[in-house]
T-cell receptor, first 116, second 111 residues
């Protein structure tokens, strides 16, 4: 596709349920990032991958959050036992990574998660 | 831990006026980016600044980087309504892959 694609666009779930958010990066982009953006704030780093390897997961808030990118392309961010404080916009971004070391991030339109 | 601070957080300008947005960061960095976000939309890249003294210009926007002062500026010349948006700077740690974002400057240009 032309850009980073995220699905679903909106997700409403009940507290305690698990959710999986999907990101399909730009073809050929080595690096994939997950960010969380609260209203009126900048994106907050969660984790990132180069190819299939998770390079940094220091931003994941707790062990209910996990991410994978098994074949170095599509990535899934999973939140287990969701809580109301998990409600936010979750944004995925990709970049050329070491193929273009100074390339900016290309963001998807995000998944708006609401936990009721 | 890298911290990125932008100011002002909110800016209301009249068309035709000039203004500067500031981005300060706390540790050594080898890359700084500026992004634009329109309401309800995603972030789009504006500028990449790589070295001390770097200056980039696109239309009415000009970005510069002073790595010694750990400061980047985004200067707006003769503002027009279409520039109304939220502008974020993002800094990449040396030897780290992730970008740390400021909280953004929401610019409103009024006629």
């Amino acid at each position: 596709g032309a850009g980073v694609s995220q699905s679903p666009r909106y997700k409403v779930t009940k507290r305690g349920q698990d959710v999986a958010l999907r990101c399909d990066p730009i073809s050929g982009h080595v690096s994939l990032y997950w960010y969380r953006q609260a209203l009126g704030q900048g994106p907050e780093f969660l984790t990132y991958f180069n190819y299939e390897a998770q390079q940094d997961k220091s931003g994941l808030p707790n062990d209910r959050f996990s991410a994978e990118r098994p074949e170095g392309s599509i990535s899934t961010l999973t939140i287990q036992r969701t809580e109301q404080r998990d409600s936010a916009m979750y944004r995925c971004a990709s970049s050329l990574g070491n193929r273009g070391a100074n390339s900016p991030l290309h963001f998807g339109n995000g998944t708006r998660l609401t936990v009721t | 831990e890298l911290k990125v601070e932008q100011n002002p957080l909110f800016l209301s300008m009249q068309e035709g006026k000039n203004y500067t947005i500031y981005c300060n960061y706390s540790t050594t960095s080898d890359r700084l980016y500026w992004y634009r976000q329109d309401p309800g939309k995603s972030l789009e890249s504006l500028f990449v600044l790589l070295s001390n003294g770097a200056v980039k210009q696109e239309g009415r926007l000009m970005a510069s980087l002073d790595t010694k002062a750990r400061l980047s500026t985004l200067h707006i010349t003769a503002a027009v309504h279409d520039l109304s948006a939220t502008y974020f700077c993002a800094v990449v740690n040396t030897n780290a892959g992730k970008s740390t974002f400021g909280d953004g400057t929401t610019l409103t240009v009024k006629p």
